[in-house]
């Protein structure tokens, strides 16, 4: 199994925490992780789109980025052509100020970018991230000038120039926010949920408070193309028996990572409507040249 990414990450850490539990639902497998990571994972994706479509060779994914990439630059995939397993997390994104921050909620950066147009600084993980999706789904909605993006790579660093006040937001993962929520280094102004995550459950939606935007990374498996149903079936079959397991369920909850198990057909149909929306969202405001 290809995990585009290094090790560690939120993709790293959901392939190692399932795969196991998958493995005892599948005489006879051995599931190996493979980190290999370069250009966001667009290099592991096309070492798994262009493998033989055996059950041998599986991606861990992250989507919106996976089907973003072709949007933005040529790639050696195409992302509805893989054979789609199961998604196993979606976690939502979030808007974070500094503990310090005169931002209470929503309406409050709203306000601000409006009154401030550009000069409102705001950190993700990379140009094409969720994390930048967030942020330019919210000005899309609103028609809010645009403010200023700071990329960083990687949740380190970009944590860090939050907690430290040299930016006034940050757009960045739920569970990527909950050591830093509890220790009271900053404060959520809204999660893009449907619903409240039982992580964070005092962080009102991004509905709740008026806006109606959904936006995050969900994280999950695919296959190469034209997978056989015969062992996509299976493999299908092995992930929504994993997924049901209570101590799988307990031992996520524990780690912080919100599960949104979905098999098969449904998950292809959920990241179709996903890359049509995206689409839409690229012509009307490119990410590239945020």
Do not use: C
């Not at 795969?19 to 290999?36: D, S, T």
């Not at 991606?59 to 089907?67: G, K, N, R």
């Not at 094409?128 to 967030?134: A, K, N, P, V």
């Amino acid at each position: 199994v290809i995990v585009p990414s290094p090790p560690g990450g939120g993709v790293d850490t959901m392939a190692r925490m399932v795969l196991p539990v998958v493995q005892n639902r599948l005489p006879g497998a051995r599931f190996v992780v493979v980190n290999r990571p370069g250009a966001g994972g667009q290099l592991g994706w096309e070492a798994v789109f262009n493998a033989a479509p055996d059950g041998f060779t599986l991606a861990a994914t992250s989507v919106p980025a996976m089907i973003t990439y072709p949007m933005q630059r040529a790639v050696r995939y195409r992302p509805m052509e893989f054979s789609f397993i199961a998604n196993v997390v979606d976690d939502p994104g979030g808007l974070f100020v500094g503990a310090d921050s005169p931002l209470r909620t929503l309406a409050d950066l709203v306000a601000a970018a409006k009154a401030n147009p550009g000069r409102i600084s705001y950190g993700t993980t990379g140009i094409g991230s969720d994390d930048h999706l967030l942020v330019l789904g919210l000005e899309d909605k609103l028609s809010l000038p645009p403010m200023t993006h700071v990329p960083f790579n990687g949740m380190a660093p970009l944590s860090t120039a939050l907690v430290g006040g040299h930016l006034q937001l940050g757009a960045f993962n739920m569970s990527e926010s909950l050591a830093l929520l509890q220790a009271g280094r900053i404060r959520a102004l809204g999660q893009a949920a449907a619903t409240r995550w039982s992580g964070t459950p005092n962080v009102p939606t991004f509905k709740e408070q008026g806006i109606d935007l959904i936006s995050g990374a969900t994280r999950g498996i695919v296959g190469p193309p034209g997978m056989p149903a015969e062992i996509s079936g299976k493999l299908e079959a092995a992930f929504r028996a994993a997924m049901s397991d209570t101590d799988f369920v307990r031992e996520a909850e524990r780690l912080g990572l919100p599960l949104a198990p979905r098999i098969g057909a449904d998950y292809r149909s959920d990241v179709a409507t996903l890359e049509t929306s995206l689409r839409g969202l690229w012509q009307r405001k490119p990410w590239k040249e945020s």
